[in-house]
DNA sequence: GGATTGGGTCGGTCATGGCTTACGGTAAGC
DNA sequence: GCTTACCGTAAGCCATGACCGACCCAATCC
């Protein structure tokens, strides 16, 4: 199985690694080959492409092979999936605080 | 320094092991001590406890000690960066596709 | 005061993963 | 066809971190 379902588990985990965020935020602007994106980084060129295999399996990332080159661009999937789970997780941060909120209320009402 | 300002790196690093996730999960609910935590986990309460420093040092959760027992409750300021860092991607990523899909459109006008 | 319970810290082990150099493979240019 | 540019893969090295057992400290209970 050369294509498994990419888990959320490995987009966290993709997502820890600051090199693989800045590949991310230099992505934002747009598509860009692999050359230009390791040019702007102190590492080697083949580092940048382990990472961007990280990030193509974790279903952050889609790949464009154009001529020798290859454009990697966005893939929005994932993220939403991300931005659910932590939307989610917001609402019930916000619940548990309110909570807590009314209890020191209670503990000095004055 | 014992308090240094929590960078958001640190939060990423935190939210990419699953153990952490799953405690993080835990305590959606509501706050809960260290021992209850510990026992719906296949690890050793120690292993526990360092998992709950990274998260606090990430400033994803807080702690009151309450007698013997110190509760563990989620913190909602570094969610909220989070938030607006994973809402700032999946607005880029989003011009990036649109912008993509009409290339698209361009090299196939039929 | 002694015993018990709840938890953080320490020292050490072992696996994971990020980086490098070296190599192989494909598309474009002469 | 031969060279050159662009890129992925393999092997190895090394640092990080997740885990455990042992230990120590503080608060509660008798």
């Known amino acids: 199985m050369t ?12 997502l820890a690694d600051p090199t693989r965020r ?3 935020d230099r992505l934002r602007a747009g598509p860009l080959p ?3 994106l390791a040019a702007d ?3 080697s060129r083949p580092a940048v492409s382990q990472h961007l295999r990280v990030l193509s399996d974790a279903g952050l990332l889609e790949v464009e092979p154009q001529g ?8 929005p999937d994932r993220l939403r999936e991300l931005r659910a789970w932590l ?8 619940d548990s605080f309110a909570a807590r ?3 020191i209320a209670q503990e000095s009402p004055k």
Request: hydrophobic content about 50%; glycine content about 8%.
């Open 22 to 24: 800045a590949l991310i």
């Open 41 to 43: 980084l102190p590492i």
């Open 3 to 14: 294509d498994p379902i990419p888990q959320p588990d490995a987009a966290f985990a993709a």
């Open 101 to 103: 909120a009314r209890e």
């Open 87 to 94: 939307d989610g997780l917001w609402g019930d941060a916000m």
């Open 68 to 75: 020798t080159r290859r454009l990697y661009r966005l893939a």
């Open 34 to 36: 692999v050359g230009r």
